[in-house]
Each structure stands twice: as C-alpha cells, then as structure tokens.
C-alpha cells in the first residue's frame, strides 16, 4: 500500500491502487484518425509516451432499468505520464484516465481528469456525453485473517452458522439504482488468498458510479458530476468497512476519507 500523510499527520497506508473517470460520446461526425495526434500535441509535455492498444474488454450497456455487461472490441491510444502513474486512454468517442499506484488525493486527480476533457472535448467537438463511469479499486491485505468477514467488513456473502467459518475466494456483485434509476452505484467485493507463502489474504473493493444515459448533462456540468459522484463513492467505501479495517490502514474512520 502506498504512504500519505494525511489530516493529523498521520500516514495512512491508503488502499487505492487504480481510480478510473471514463467518459463515453454521442458523436457529431465521423472518428477522425489523425484526432489521437493532435490530442497528443496537447498534452505530450506531461504524457510523453504514447502506445496503440487494442483488446477485448468487459464494458457496461443500460438494459431496462439496470446495467448489462458485454464483450466489446476495444482501439485506443495510451498516454502515459512519465512516471507512469496515469495514462490517458483516447479512442472514437472515449476518453479515459487511469490512475494507478501511488493515489495520493482526489484534488491532484480531478484537475487531470477535467483539462484532459476540456482539451478532448474542443478537439473532438462531440454532440453529448453518452455515458461517465468514476471507479475506484481497493486492495485490502489482512495478515492472518481468521475468516470473520464481519470483523473487518460490512458488505459480504452472508455464510450462514452452520457452514465452516473458513471460506476460499467469492465475488459479490451489487446494484444500487440512484437518481430516478438513470445513476448507478456498483459495488463489486472479491476475496482471494495471495499465493506468495504468506498467511495473508487478500480483498478487493471495487466501487463504481455510472451515469448511464448521460446526454442531457452539459459539458460544463461534468465538474459538479464527478464530484457528487467521488462523494457517493467515498461513502459507500466507509460504509463497506468496520471500524478494525480502518485500523489497517492507519487511519480513523471518521477523520480521515478512504477515497481523498
């Protein structure tokens, strides 16, 4: 886990290692190939190595009220940060920053997220947003974990009394309708044990606010977005943890933000 001082002074070992704003496009006109190009003439200074990727990928589609995910074929140029902390994803009508260890605070990632859609949005020209994910992914390490999940955690698979308390690896997955069922907050909870010899285990967290019809919000409404959807996050994130997880970390729940 990586080191931050945090309010008091205090080091907090905080469990983010990767945060993800995703923007998707209603397109205006036809994908312009030579559009990577000159987004990188934007921002090469600070992002100077760039790299063609193309893969498969899990991606999110609206279905009647909830969210369906689906195997979508994925071209995209990366831009990397030359400590290769961020990169920037561009592709027809996408952009996206990943955020990778060392996170430090929500107030040195918001200001990349929001020039990089500025200078997207000027040199694309879309139509609308089509839809905007904000992620968070969380590893939790507990040394010598017993298999009390409510010890450390207040979202999990219910085992019930009669089964062994010890468990191997589970995935969780939870859909939470917000603001009239076109918003959405995904919790996905995982465990698996990290096969290094230790008697760690190892947890992941993953928290997700997705705008799933997005084209009624303006351009210059995507600040207050990404912020109301940061604070939706932080708080499903300290109510999935006890106050023995916080622990781990170094911090005290109520002082200090487990999303900054």
Not at 133 to 146: A, F, M, P, S, T
């Amino acid at each position: 886990m990586e080191q931050y001082k945090g309010m008091e002074n205090k080091i907090i070992n905080y469990p983010i290692i990767e945060a993800l704003c995703e923007f998707k496009f209603t397109p205006a006109q036809s994908w312009d190939i030579t559009i990577p190009g000159i987004f990188y003439e934007r921002i090469k200074s600070e992002f100077p190595t760039k790299e063609q990727q193309v893969s498969f990928g899990v991606g999110f589609s609206p279905q009647k009220g909830t969210i369906e995910q689906k195997v979508e074929l994925q071209q995209r140029i990366r831009f990397w940060r030359k400590d290769k902390s961020i990169v920037i994803q561009v592709g027809p009508n996408l952009l996206a920053m990943n955020h990778l260890k060392p996170y430090r605070t929500w107030e040195a990632f918001k200001p990349i997220i929001l020039n990089n859609l500025k200078a997207y949005i000027e040199i694309v020209k879309p139509k609308s947003f089509n839809r905007i994910v904000l992620r968070y992914i969380n590893q939790i390490v507990i040394d010598n974990y017993k298999g009390e999940l409510s010890d450390y955690f207040n979202f999990y698979p219910l085992i019930p009394r009669e089964l062994p308390r010890a468990h191997g690896p589970f995935n969780v997955r939870v859909e939470f309708p917000t603001e009239n069922r076109n918003e959405l907050l995904l919790l996905n909870f995982a465990c698996s044990s990290i096969s290094n010899g230790s008697s760690a285990t190892d947890f992941r967290l993953e928290l997700n606010y997705i705008l799933k019809n997005a084209e009624a919000l303006l351009f210059d409404q995507a600040d207050d977005w990404i912020e109301k959807a940061k604070r939706a996050l932080n708080d499903a994130f300290k109510a999935c943890i006890t106050e023995k997880c916080w622990r781990i970390f170094g911090g005290d729940k109520y002082g200090i933000h487990g999303i900054q």
